[in-house]
């Protein structure tokens, strides 16, 4: 069964201080890992779409890596408007979404 | 471009009574899919639709939901009766196609139910 988990569960930062999220999984046949980002309020917003192990994709702050098990968001210098719940979604070959439980970031200014 | 539009935004309502949600995706989207989020949870995908036609659903309890998508565009999703458990977040998301090589999907801002 595809599963999904993420760590930390919540993670509290300092402005300006970086760090680091991650999302494990254990799919058959990847065939993309999606990072989105949630708002209290709101639905999730999507970030980015990685396909293959080495593969990097950068925005402002944000930068997600992705190998053969893991994906890492790094987040460099973040600030307060950052703080929101992070979700990694993979879609396996022939399957649907399936997200993990995400990751609450809080960053203190 | 106009994103994913959900009503209402927030409902109340008594155990074992009706609910409906209604969802517009985003234009010329093929692909539309139901999500229940429960609080603290991932979104769990709950039904997709391909046009007007089920591609998914084999985690929607079919005893108490249903959902239909008229003429491939707007979507409703019904829950009858409503259970305590029920209480989470609807999520209504669209996608290009949907079956294509990992499609993005776009998320409306939901529906909150609490079942009381």
């Known amino acids: 069964e595809d599963q999904v988990t993420q760590s930390p569960e919540a993670l509290r930062l300092q402005e300006g201080e970086s760090s680091s999220l991650n999302c494990s999984y254990t799919?058959?046949?990847?065939?993309?890992l999606f990072w989105y980002r949630q708002d209290p309020g709101k639905g999730p917003e999507f970030l980015f779409t990685?396909?293959?192990a080495g593969e990097e994709k950068e925005k402002e702050r944000l930068k997600a890596t992705l190998t053969k098990k893991e994906s890492f968001l790094h987040i460099t210098a973040p600030k307060p408007e950052d703080s929101a719940t992070y979700l990694c979604?993979?879609?396996?070959?022939?399957?649907?979404?399936?997200f993990g439980p995400g990751t609450r970031l809080s960053v203190l200014p | 471009e106009a994103g994913v539009a959900q009503s209402p935004r927030y409902k109340i309502i008594e155990k074992r009574q009706s609910v409906a949600f209604w969802c517009n995706p985003i234009?010329?989207?093929?692909?539309l899919y139901w999500y229940q989020q429960i609080l603290g949870q991932g979104p769990k995908l709950l039904i997709q639709?391909?046009?007007?036609?089920?591609?998914?659903d084999s985690q929607l309890p079919k005893d108490r939901f249903s959902a239909e998508r008229l003429k491939g565009v707007d979507s409703t999703l019904k829950i009858q009766p409503a259970k305590l458990e029920d209480s989470a977040v609807y999520l209504c998301?669209?996608?290009?196609?949907?079956?294509?090589?990992?499609?993005?999907?776009?998320f409306g801002p939901g529906t909150r139910l609490l079942v009381l």
């Open positions: 799919v058959s046949g990847l065939r993309g």
């Open positions: 998301a669209s996608s290009l196609e949907g079956w294509g090589w990992q499609e993005t999907q776009y």
């Open positions: 990685l396909y293959s």
């Open positions: 234009s010329g989207h093929a692909t």
């Open positions: 639709f391909q046009n007007n036609g089920v591609v998914d």
């Open positions: 979604a993979v879609q396996a070959r022939g399957q649907n979404f399936v």
